[in-house]
């Protein structure tokens, strides 16, 4: 199939395409192939024939669902750990303290690909933030004035060459110049002023090499992906348009030897960008018209392009209503030279293939569509819109049936949750001052100056992920596998007290995942047994499906907090997941307002709250890390955004005493764009993520003159690195310039989940110590 009415100079754009697919594998192949590599249980070849296998069975998976093999529909976009981080590595765009990783040519060896995601013994790692509105993080490259800018890696080459020799012709895709250079940060040397985008023109100088050794290898078509062109960020919107404008020019420019080019732009909306990007020269545009909405009709150059048009959702789960959507496609037949039809954005946001789901309820199993079913949606759709819908009728049917049952089924819309939501009122959402909780507080704890505690999580052993195996497969006892949860806790629970830490955790033996654990225990969710999609690098998570109206049946963690803070008379912090992380980290419902969903988790976490709160337990945690990652992408919708998100958190924490300590925790993300939403939250303790970022955040909790306790991250736990005392005393002494001492915290960046003993015991036992040292010293100087 080719789009219709594609202009003649122009190769011909597929029907039917996808902006991207998922790249683990669907059993993880390339997650244990990556960290077989690491452990150094196999060599660099291996990995790399790993990898190779992956993407050939990829290619052949999506031909057979009806891609084309012969027309660059299927598209090639593999990572060994993340895109950003391949198109910095391209550019040869590495750090110093990487330099010796880098050979004479400018290229890089899959081991110091790695040191550079991961970091190595006192190098720390590229720092690592969330990619738009999505739970993926990427790194974030450093660029300084003089960073190396040339072609340094022809992977994507390689693999185009690869996929060619097996008889598919791909469509390459990059992270495109603009978004690169939008995602940086400047290197730690780089001058006052300096922005990343200075260096453009040499960034496209290498793309445009990159591209004609593309079209020499006989590559058609090109995708460069610009979804920074959706969002509003620092730079102002006409220097980003300038930098299209002029990075396009370079790359179309006549006699250019090169591909053709997609320039993809999802997660969002174009609006003001939309003439900028339809007067450039490329040959289509792919957009989101899920979150975005289509140009107007009669936009100069774009009745040259073809418009690929991203009716099926790749952020989400839900099938799509294939009539509604064909609907919509024929409204835009004409605004453009030529129609393709395509997902939303990259579908590595969502599983494999929902038949993989034997465990799962049919009838809910009907309403779903994962990555495989998608690529069926858009071709079924791309058919229809060629050859009518006589030729898709059945399709169309089968679709609008399996909406209507998802509409009446029990448990989407149940009466007592709605009316309890309703009855709200302002009161329940507010708790006393801060103040004269902190003096209650202080009294029942009595906690030094400087407190230490970790974020919730301890490291998930091979003997707990073997008794959970067990027990899920029914060959070890309930009985038996709490008795092993419960030894494990008191291991932890020792461990702490042996390091000397100041405030507890049961570490959160028991919990598959922070947000799984919680789906299994609430009414209105599922939970996949194979559902895995990347969050970063080899890290992989099962998203739950939250699908109905949500309620808490009974307890879900008293009696394990319970059981840990018995055993010692420190205080054991109570563990919960937000509201809105919930949401972020599940495929979340599509056919009622998020501020609801928000409100209903948000009630069963208050009763959850006022249970631990009657049963003894003094300080109780409720995580909100996905806090920045649901914020809008433009600025004008983030307001309605975080007065339902703050109000969700708020609405599950206000019911206690004021004695009772709630902390929150926050991580990798910018939270200098919801600093004041953070100090709405009205926690009495924030720890944020901050070490990776070398304490970037304190500019910030400065300017709002954020006063109640917070605790700055002081070692990065996302790295297998072991920081020593001087670092963290480093960090902690930067944290203490800032941060009035009184309302300080000492903690690592996130939960230990994913670390092992070896790293994490001597990093604890240096926190505890630089916490000592430093707090010695501010009480010294305090005595003067």
Same mark, same amino acid.
């Given at each position: 199939?080719?789009?219709?009415?594609?202009?003649?100079?122009?190769?011909?754009?597929?029907?039917?395409?996808?902006?991207?697919?998922?790249?683990?594998?669907?059993?993880?192949?390339?997650?244990?192939?990556?960290?077989?590599?690491?452990?150094?249980?196999?060599?660099?070849?291996?990995?790399?024939?790993?990898?190779?296998?992956?993407?050939?069975?990829?290619?052949?998976?999506?031909?057979?669902?009806?891609?084309?093999? #012969?027309?660059?529909?299927?598209?090639?976009?593999?990572?060994?750990?993340?895109?950003?981080?391949?198109?910095?590595?391209?550019?040869?765009?590495?750090?110093?303290?990487?330099?010796?990783?880098?050979?004479?040519?400018?290229?890089?060896?899959?081991?110091?690909?790695?040191?550079?995601?991961?970091?190595?013994?006192?190098?720390?790692?590229?720092?690592?933030?969330?990619?738009?509105?999505?739970?993926?993080?990427?790194?974030?490259?450093?660029?300084?004035?003089?960073?190396? +800018?040339?072609?340094?890696?022809?992977?994507?080459?390689?693999?185009?060459?690869?996929?060619?020799?097996?008889?598919?012709?791909?469509?390459?895709?990059?992270?495109?110049?603009?978004?690169?250079?939008?995602?940086?940060?400047?290197?730690?040397?780089?001058?006052?002023?300096?922005?990343?985008?200075?260096? *453009?023109?040499?960034?496209?100088?290498?793309?445009?090499?990159?591209?004609?050794?593309?079209?020499?290898?006989?590559?058609?078509?090109?995708?460069?992906?610009?979804?920074?062109?959706?969002?509003?960020?620092?730079?102002?919107?006409?220097?980003?348009?300038?930098?299209?404008?002029?990075?396009?020019?370079?790359?179309?420019?006549?006699?250019?030897?090169?591909?053709?080019?997609?320039?993809?732009?999802?997660?969002? #909306?174009?609006?003001?960008?939309?003439?900028?990007?339809?007067?450039?020269?490329?040959?289509?545009?792919? +957009?989101?018209?899920?979150?975005?909405?289509?140009?107007?009709?009669?936009?100069?150059?774009?009745?040259?392009?073809?418009?690929?048009?991203?009716?099926?959702?790749?952020?989400?789960?839900?099938?799509?209503?294939?009539?509604? &959507?064909?609907?919509?496609?024929?409204?835009?037949?004409?605004?453009?030279?030529?129609?393709?039809?395509?997902?939303?954005?990259?579908?590595?946001?969502?599983?494999?293939?929902?038949?993989?789901?034997?465990?799962?309820?049919?009838?809910?199993?009907?309403?779903?569509?994962?990555?495989?079913?998608?690529?069926?949606?858009?071709?079924?759709?791309?058919?229809?819109?060629?050859?009518?819908?006589?030729?898709?009728?059945?399709?169309?049917?089968?679709?609008?049936?399996?909406?209507?049952?998802?509409?009446?089924?029990?448990?989407?819309?149940?009466?007592?949750?709605?009316?309890?939501?309703?009855?709200?009122?302002?009161?329940?959402?507010?708790?006393?001052?801060?103040?004269?909780? &902190?003096?209650?507080?202080?009294?029942?704890?009595?906690?030094?100056? *400087?407190?230490?505690?970790?974020?919730?999580?301890?490291?998930?052993?091979?003997?707990?992920?073997?008794?959970?195996?067990?027990?899920?497969?029914?060959?070890?006892?309930?009985?038996?596998?709490?008795?092993?949860?419960?030894?494990?806790?008191?291991?932890?629970?020792?461990?702490?007290?042996?390091?000397?830490?100041?405030?507890?955790?049961?570490?959160?033996?028991?919990?598959?995942?922070?947000?799984?654990?919680?789906?299994? *225990?609430?009414?209105?969710?599922?939970?996949?047994?194979?559902?895995?999609?990347?969050?970063?690098?080899?890290?992989?998570?099962?998203?739950?499906?939250?699908?109905?109206?949500?309620?808490?049946?009974?307890?879900?963690?008293?009696?394990?907090?319970?059981?840990?803070?018995?055993?010692?008379? &420190?205080?054991?912090?109570?563990?919960?997941?937000?509201?809105?992380?919930?949401?972020?980290?599940?495929?979340?419902?599509?056919?009622?307002?998020?501020?609801?969903?928000?409100?209903? +988790?948000?009630?069963?976490?208050?009763?959850?709250?006022?249970?631990?709160?009657?049963?003894?337990?003094?300080?109780?945690?409720?995580?909100?890390?996905?806090?920045?990652?649901?914020?809008?992408?433009?600025?004008?919708?983030?307001?309605?955004?975080?007065?339902?998100?703050?109000?969700?958190?708020?609405?599950?924490?206000?019911?206690?005493?004021?004695?009772?300590?709630?902390?929150?925790?926050?991580?990798?993300?910018?939270?200098?764009?919801?600093?004041?939403? +953070?100090?709405?939250? !009205?926690? !009495?303790?924030?720890?944020?993520?901050?070490?990776?970022?070398?304490?970037?955040?304190?500019?910030?909790?400065?300017?709002?003159?954020?006063?109640?306790?917070?605790?700055?991250?002081?070692?990065?736990?996302?790295?297998?690195?072991?920081?020593?005392?001087?670092?963290?005393?480093?960090?902690?002494?930067?944290?203490?310039?800032?941060?009035?001492?009184?309302?300080?915290?000492?903690?690592?960046?996130?939960?230990?989940?994913?670390?092992?003993?070896?790293?994490?015991?001597?990093?604890?036992?240096?926190?505890?110590?630089?916490?000592?040292?430093?707090?010695?010293?501010?009480?010294?100087?305090?005595? *003067?």
């Amino acid at each position: 199939m080719t789009a219709t009415g594609q202009p003649s100079t122009t190769p011909a754009f597929p029907a039917a395409t996808i902006l991207g697919y998922p790249r683990i594998g669907p059993r993880r192949e390339l997650k244990r192939a990556v960290e077989a590599f690491w452990a150094g249980k196999t060599d660099a070849a291996t990995l790399e024939q790993s990898a190779a296998d992956l993407r050939r069975r990829t290619r052949e998976r999506l031909a057979e669902l009806g891609l084309g093999r #012969d027309d660059a529909a299927i598209p090639s976009a593999h990572s060994f750990y993340d895109q950003v981080l391949d198109a910095a590595v391209t550019l040869g765009a590495i750090p110093d303290r990487f330099a010796d990783l880098v050979g004479a040519d400018g290229e890089i060896d899959l081991a110091g690909y790695f040191t550079i995601a991961r970091g190595e013994g006192q190098r720390a790692p590229l720092e690592m933030t969330k990619w738009f509105d999505s739970n993926y993080h990427y790194l974030v490259p450093e660029i300084g004035p003089d960073t190396p +800018i040339r072609l340094a890696s022809r992977r994507a080459v390689t693999e185009f060459t690869e996929a060619l020799a097996d008889g598919v012709l791909t469509r390459p895709v990059l992270v495109g110049p603009v978004t690169f250079l939008l995602l940086s940060k400047p290197a730690s040397d780089a001058p006052a002023g300096f922005s990343p985008l200075d260096r *453009l023109a040499e960034v496209t100088s290498v793309y445009a090499e990159l591209l004609a050794e593309l079209a020499a290898a006989g590559a058609t078509w090109v995708q460069l992906d610009e979804p920074a062109l959706v969002a509003d960020g620092d730079v102002p919107a006409d220097v980003v348009h300038r930098a299209v404008t002029e990075t396009y020019a370079t790359l179309t420019a006549d006699g250019a030897a090169r591909p053709a080019i997609l320039l993809a732009a999802p997660y969002g #909306d174009l609006g003001a960008a939309w003439p900028t990007v339809a007067a450039t020269g490329v040959e289509a545009v792919a +957009i989101d018209l899920v979150k975005g909405s289509a140009p107007a009709a009669g936009l100069a150059g774009l009745e040259t392009k073809t418009l690929v048009a991203g009716v099926v959702d790749g952020h989400n789960i839900w099938r799509a209503d294939l009539a509604g &959507k064909l609907d919509q496609l024929e409204a835009l037949t004409g605004t453009a030279g030529a129609l393709a039809v395509a997902t939303s954005t990259s579908l590595f946001h969502v599983p494999h293939d929902v038949a993989d789901e034997t465990a799962l309820d049919p009838r809910l199993v009907s309403w779903l569509a994962f990555a495989d079913q998608k690529v069926t949606e858009v071709v079924t759709l791309a058919t229809g819109l060629g050859s009518g819908r006589d030729a898709v009728a059945d399709a169309l049917a089968t679709a609008t049936a399996a909406l209507a049952d998802r509409a009446q089924a029990p448990g989407v819309a149940e009466p007592a949750v709605r009316e309890r939501t309703a009855g709200l009122t302002d009161h329940d959402f507010h708790r006393g001052s801060h103040e004269s909780r &902190k003096a209650a507080q202080q009294q029942r704890l009595g906690l030094p100056l *400087l407190p230490t505690t970790t974020i919730g999580s301890f490291p998930q052993t091979s003997d707990i992920r073997v008794a959970r195996a067990a027990h899920a497969r029914g060959e070890l006892s309930t009985e038996a596998y709490e008795e092993a949860m419960r030894a494990e806790i008191a291991r932890v629970v020792a461990l702490q007290e042996e390091i000397g830490l100041d405030v507890l955790v049961h570490g959160e033996a028991e919990r598959n995942d922070m947000v799984q654990y919680f789906a299994e *225990l609430l009414d209105g969710f599922a939970v996949t047994q194979h559902g895995w999609v990347q969050s970063y690098g080899s890290r992989c998570t099962r998203p739950s499906i939250l699908w109905g109206d949500v309620s808490r049946p009974e307890p879900m963690t008293v009696r394990w907090t319970t059981y840990a803070q018995s055993l010692t008379p &420190k205080p054991v912090k109570g563990m919960l997941t937000g509201p809105v992380t919930i949401m972020a980290w599940s495929f979340v419902r599509d056919d009622v307002p998020l501020g609801e969903t928000a409100n209903q +988790i948000g009630l069963a976490l208050r009763d959850e709250l006022a249970d631990l709160e009657a049963a003894g337990v003094a300080v109780i945690q409720v995580d909100e890390p996905a806090l920045r990652e649901l914020l809008p992408l433009r600025k004008a919708d983030q307001p309605a955004y975080l007065d339902w998100s703050v109000k969700s958190f708020t609405l599950a924490t206000s019911g206690v005493r004021p004695d009772t300590q709630v902390h929150t925790h926050l991580c990798y993300s910018e939270f200098g764009e919801v600093i004041s939403a +953070i100090d709405a939250l !009205d926690a !009495d303790v924030t720890s944020i993520e901050a070490a990776r970022s070398r304490m970037e955040i304190l500019p910030e909790l400065t300017r709002v003159g954020f006063s109640r306790g917070v605790g700055p991250g002081v070692y990065d736990i996302h790295s297998p690195r072991v920081p020593d005392t001087a670092e963290i005393t480093e960090l902690l002494e930067l944290a203490v310039g800032s941060v009035d001492p009184d309302v300080l915290w000492v903690n690592p960046d996130c939960g230990l989940k994913t670390r092992g003993y070896a790293e994490t015991t001597p990093s604890l036992e240096h926190l505890v110590a630089a916490a000592r040292e430093v707090r010695e010293r501010v009480a010294a100087t305090a005595a *003067l």
